[in-house]
């Protein structure tokens, strides 16, 4: 891999011009730490841009810290999570993801904030204010801890609401840079200038303004159509995979759907947990009928009003069992994490449908474990 101090980067098919890395490293160069807000139009190159802003950092820190706020293509979680994550080893490969325990994260149980931007904003709002306490000394972070830049990647939805959300989180963070990228259909740009300020009011912050990085023969940033869905799904198959040894043959989705067919439940007592319906009502005698084969949030509850529920992992409710009062889960999330677990919330998040479509299960309801 070339390196950093070249004019054009080459990672595989993702072309890093030099304005990128004079970019990234005027960003890096900064004292203290900066906090770097990166947004731009759908498939701009935002996620690519912070991989690469990740990279020149962790040249000149230990570890930088990365908020993720776009739920529907998330970069080291499956989907339907907002995660603050620390990262401390340089990405080799920018087009590849790759999956992270995060520090922090929330269920917010949607691909899109449209449902709930109150609860999604109080969320990220939540996520920095760990950052700010955690790693900024100024605000009582410890020593061990000082020095840890943040990234902040964001969704592409630009317009309406959305705009709203991004000016308010702007506000709220008040980062050091903001990165904003352009490409070349003007309409689907956000505006040109520092948007966040009111009539020139507000907190400074450094404006870089680039192009996206597609290009085509006439120098000129073209949109890269990106199959969402799909992507989603190989996050949420790729994340339920970790419910298996590495070196266990999974190569192909039949082998990994034979495998979670398999695979023996947690067994988890009803009486031990809620159960809280996100973006939508459901009747109490529907509660069961409605958690059965779906995709859950296992989270550990708050009691405080200002604090919100920390979720563990994602689990695959396999069966639940009326008779027994027991709920069958499949999860990667280790039995020391799911013993504090009392809480299940439900969204929107889907199993890939061809993980359903499996032949030859065998009884739902063995399990390996019980949790007490």
Same mark, same amino acid.
Request: with cysteine; glycine share 6%; proline share 7%.
């Given at each position: 891999?070339?390196?950093?101090?070249?004019?054009?980067?080459?990672?595989?098919?993702?072309?890093?011009?030099?304005?990128?890395?004079?970019?990234?490293?005027?960003?890096?160069?900064?004292?203290?730490?900066?906090?770097?807000?990166?947004?731009?139009?759908?498939? /701009?190159?935002?996620?690519?841009?912070?991989?690469?802003?990740?990279?020149?950092?962790?040249?000149?820190?230990?570890?930088?810290?990365?908020?993720?706020?776009?739920?529907?293509?998330?970069?080291?979680?499956?989907?339907?999570?907002?995660?603050?994550?620390?990262?401390?080893?340089?990405? /080799?490969?920018?087009?590849?993801?790759?999956?992270?325990?995060?520090?922090?994260?929330?269920?917010?149980?949607?691909?899109?904030?449209?449902?709930?931007?109150?609860?999604?904003?109080?969320?990220?709002?939540?996520?920095?204010?760990?950052?700010?306490?955690?790693?900024?000394?100024?605000?009582?972070?410890?020593?061990?801890?000082?020095?840890?830049?943040?990234?902040?990647?964001?969704?592409?939805?630009?317009?309406?609401?959305?705009?709203?959300?991004?000016?308010?989180?702007?506000?709220?963070? /008040?980062?050091?840079?903001?990165?904003?990228?352009?490409?070349?259909?003007?309409?689907?740009?956000?505006?040109?200038?520092?948007?966040?300020?009111?009539?020139?009011?507000?907190?400074?912050?450094?404006?870089?303004?680039?192009?996206?990085?597609?290009?085509?023969?006439?120098?000129?940033?073209?949109?890269?159509?990106?199959?969402?869905?799909?992507?989603?799904?190989?996050?949420?198959?790729?994340?339920?995979?970790?419910?298996?040894?590495?070196?266990?043959?999974?190569?192909?989705?039949?082998?990994?759907?034979?495998?979670?067919?398999?695979?023996?439940?947690?067994?988890?007592?009803?009486?031990?947990?809620?159960?809280?319906?996100?973006?939508?009502?459901?009747?109490?005698?529907?509660?069961?009928?409605?958690?059965?084969?779906?995709?859950?949030?296992?989270?550990?509850?708050?009691?405080? /009003?200002?604090?919100?529920?920390?979720?563990?992992?994602?689990?695959?409710?396999?069966?639940?069992?009326?008779?027994?009062?027991?709920?069958?889960?499949?999860?990667?999330?280790?039995?020391?994490?799911?013993?504090?677990?009392?809480?299940?919330?439900?969204?929107?998040?889907?199993?890939?449908?061809?993980?359903?479509?499996?032949?030859?299960?065998?009884?739902?309801?063995?399990?390996?474990?019980?949790?007490?």
């Amino acid at each position: 891999m070339a390196s950093f101090g070249d004019n054009e980067l080459q990672f595989d098919n993702i072309f890093i011009p030099e304005e990128w890395s004079d970019a990234a490293d005027s960003v890096a160069t900064t004292w203290p730490p900066p906090v770097a807000f990166v947004c731009g139009p759908k498939n /701009s190159g935002k996620t690519t841009f912070s991989r690469l802003l990740v990279n020149v950092l962790l040249q000149r820190y230990k570890k930088v810290a990365y908020l993720d706020t776009d739920v529907g293509q998330t970069e080291f979680t499956p989907p339907g999570l907002l995660s603050l994550t620390t990262i401390d080893k340089i990405t /080799s490969d920018l087009s590849i993801p790759c999956l992270k325990t995060p520090e922090r994260c929330f269920f917010f149980g949607d691909i899109s904030s449209k449902r709930d931007p109150k609860t999604y904003l109080a969320y990220i709002f939540a996520l920095y204010d760990h950052y700010r306490r955690t790693y900024l000394l100024s605000n009582g972070g410890s020593p061990g801890n000082a020095g840890v830049p943040l990234v902040i990647n964001t969704t592409g939805w630009v317009k309406g609401i959305g705009y709203d959300i991004l000016v308010d989180m702007i506000k709220h963070i /008040s980062p050091t840079h903001v990165v904003k990228i352009y490409i070349s259909a003007v309409n689907k740009n956000l505006p040109a200038g520092a948007f966040w300020l009111d009539d020139g009011n507000g907190a400074a912050a450094t404006l870089i303004e680039v192009n996206s990085a597609r290009q085509d023969y006439f120098n000129r940033s073209v949109l890269v159509q990106k199959d969402a869905c799909l992507l989603r799904d190989l996050r949420v198959m790729a994340y339920f995979r970790q419910c298996f040894p590495s070196d266990m043959k999974i190569t192909t989705i039949k082998e990994l759907s034979r495998a979670l067919a398999a695979h023996p439940p947690y067994e988890i007592p009803i009486s031990s947990i809620k159960i809280k319906h996100l973006h939508c009502e459901v009747p109490k005698s529907e509660v069961f009928y409605s958690l059965n084969a779906t995709i859950v949030g296992l989270a550990v509850d708050s009691e405080g /009003s200002e604090n919100f529920p920390d979720c563990m992992g994602l689990g695959i409710v396999r069966a639940i069992d009326t008779f027994k009062h027991v709920v069958y889960v499949i999860t990667p999330v280790p039995k020391s994490s799911l013993q504090k677990v009392d809480l299940l919330l439900q969204g929107f998040i889907k199993i890939p449908t061809c993980l359903l479509q499996v032949q030859g299960c065998i009884s739902p309801y063995m399990s390996a474990d019980v949790l007490p």
